[in-house]
T-cell receptor, first 113, second 113 residues
Framework: AQSVTQLDSQVPVFEEAPVELRCNYS??????LFWYVQYPNQGLQLLLK??????LVESINGFEAEFNKSQTSFHLRKPSVHISDTAEYFC???????????FGTGTRLLVSP | DAGITQSPRHKVTETGTPVTLRCHQT?????MYWYRQDPGHGLRLIHY???????DKGEVSDGYSVSRSKTEDFLLTLESATSSQTSVYFC????????????FGPGTRLLVL
């Protein structure tokens, strides 16, 4: 069975500082990997995803994540955060051949001035 | 934004009463999903549908049933609501299962007293 671990439930950071949100997964087969973001009182929105090809994927708002097969990780990074990045971030894994996403427990990113 | 609506958006009910939540999409996507979101658990899949009248269980399906009589509507029913079913419920859609982005609705906040 596949599972996702987000070890950090909350990450406080100052504005313009770099941040890394960690995600590790377990699966015995090939996977697709996703990061979703949830702003307060809203549904989830896709931030970025890895399906195949380049292991480094980027979002339009400056986030990036790198698929590391040997470490079974898909950490999310941003070199300089903004107040507006305050949200909860969910990592998710989908086994190729299956239809069901499995989510991590989420990491709340708190950006302060 | 993907055309997904959920109704009601908020509901307060009493233990033992039946509750039906509705998810409506205008995207003609094949797959529809119901998740619940609880602190410390992230999102967990309740049921999903891969076509009209085709549904399957997720990891937390006990106490829930679903129906999909039309492509655009996916209903989640709590036959006899319990306090443990107090949660935020999200509907999601995707065009195909493998690797495709899931688009989420705005959520329904359910309180069972």
């Amino acid at each position: 069975a596949q599972s996702v671990t987000q070890l950090d439930s909350q990450v406080p950071v100052f504005e313009e500082a770099p941040v890394e949100l960690r995600c590790n997964y377990s699966s015995s087969v090939s996977v697709y990997l996703f990061w979703y973001v949830q702003y307060p009182n809203q549904g989830l929105q896709l931030l970025l995803k890895y399906l195949s090809g380049s292991t480094l994927v980027e979002s339009i708002n400056g986030f990036e994540a790198e698929f590391n097969k040997s470490q079974t990780s898909f950490h999310l990074r941003k070199p300089s955060v903004h107040i507006s990045d305050t949200a909860e971030y969910f990592c998710a894994v989908l086994n190729t051949g299956f239809q069901k996403l499995v989510f991590g427990t989420g990491t709340r990113l708190l950006v302060s001035p | 934004d993907a055309g997904i609506t959920q109704s009601p958006r908020h509901k307060v009910t009493e233990t033992g009463t039946p509750v039906t939540l509705r998810c409506h999409q205008t995207e003609n996507h094949r797959y529809m999903y119901w998740y619940r979101q609880d602190p410390g658990h992230g999102l967990r899949l309740i049921h999903y549908s891969y076509g009209v009248k085709d549904t399957d269980k997720g990891e937390v399906s006990d106490g829930y049933s679903v129906s999909r009589s039309k492509t655009e509507d996916f209903l989640l029913t709590l036959e006899s609501a319990t306090s443990s079913q107090t949660s935020v419920y999200f509907c999601a859609i995707s065009d195909s299962g493998a690797g495709e982005t899931q688009y989420f609705g705005p959520g329904t906040r359910l309180l069972v007293l």
